[in-house]
């Protein structure tokens, strides 16, 4: 089974920047897609971006195009979200999330992953 862990949440000022990464280990070969998903307090887990693992196909979600942005290395399993301009609406606890199945399910639904780390918190005070 993959094992997903996140890092590099924290406190940032409206307007800032943070990286999150994500570092997937055991059978890595086969993952298809990797992604980026966060929950608010009271809210459902919501899609961020995504990417596939071999040919870096990207994806996301309208509220943060132009201003995260999704990569890979592959040589490390790392997983990373650069987040610019960061808002108040942003903070959440982030997940990364990945599969190994080709599916027809949306990949934007967390029905897509099957693997999923435990989540960093991202907080952009007011």
């Known amino acids: 089974q993959v094992q997903l862990v996140e890092s590099g949440g924290g406190l940032v000022q409206a307007g800032g920047s943070l990286r999150l990464s994500c570092a997937a280990s055991g059978p890595t070969f086969n993952i298809v897609r990797v992604g980026w998903f966060r929950q608010a307090p009271g809210k459902e887990r919501e899609f961020v971006a995504s990417?596939?693992?071999?040919?870096?196909?990207?994806n996301y979600a309208d509220s943060v195009k132009d201003r995260f942005t999704i990569s890979r290395d592959n040589a490390k399993n790392t997983l990373y979200l650069q987040m610019n301009s960061l808002k108040p609406e942003d903070t959440a606890v982030y997940f990364c999330?990945?599969?190994?199945?080709?599916?027809?399910?949306?990949?934007?639904?967390?029905?897509?992953?099957?693997?999923w780390g435990q989540g960093t918190q991202v907080t952009v005070p007011s």
């Open positions: 990417i596939t693992w071999i040919g870096g196909t990207t």
């Open positions: 999330a990945a599969t190994q199945r080709y599916t027809q399910v949306s990949l934007s639904s967390v029905s897509h992953y099957e693997y």
